[in-house]
């Protein structure tokens, strides 16, 4: 894979002159030398999307930029020392949401939440959980009825789990229930 290269004030400003004189794409790409046509489309793009919002006033996403070592101090100082919420240390860095809840987490060692369903059921259980759904599992429903609709498993309904002195009808008829 070919190493990402920044454009350079220079050659925005070429792209943005030779364009407004109605050069094509192709032919820019040629005279940058080191660009692609396809590059120069997205970036004149970008560039375009760039002016428009300015124009609007909307706020500039901030750029992607690596953690310096004061930005990561600032991090820990702020998440760890203060218990400030990633929202406001984003802010407090000038980064995009949620850019230093993962950069904690890489610092931390911490593993990121599942983010796909495949990720959820290979995740790791706890002893404790698996020892209770294979308890559920040996439990077989009364009937087929009763699974196809989802009646709880015997010992599970909520008349089971209720205490004893709620359901003891010791010396009492069913008449007097009603």
Request: net charge positive.
């Amino acid at each position: 894979m070919a190493q990402r290269r920044y454009w350079t004030g220079e050659q925005d400003a070429m792209l943005l002159r030779m364009r407004s004189d109605g050069v094509p794409h192709a032919d820019i790409a040629d005279a940058l030398g080191d660009r692609t046509e396809s590059a120069c489309v997205k970036r004149m793009d970008k560039l375009n999307r760039r002016a428009a919002s300015a124009a609007s006033g909307e706020k500039p996403k901030a750029a992607p930029r690596p953690f310096s070592d004061e930005d990561v101090a600032t991090l820990l100082r702020m998440r760890d020392v203060e218990g400030r919420e990633f929202s406001e240390i984003d802010a407090a860095l000038g980064r995009n949401p949620g850019v230093s809840c993962q950069k904690y987490r890489q610092i931390k060692g911490l593993q990121a939440p599942p983010r796909r369903m495949d990720e959820v059921r290979n995740a790791d259980v706890p002893a404790e959980c698996v020892a209770d759904r294979d308890e559920r599992f040996a439990l077989s429903h009364a009937s087929i009825t009763s699974a196809f609709f989802g009646d709880p498993l015997p010992g599970r309904s909520a008349l089971d789990l209720r205490s004893p002195r709620h359901h003891s009808t010791e010396g009492k008829s069913h008449a007097s229930h009603y």
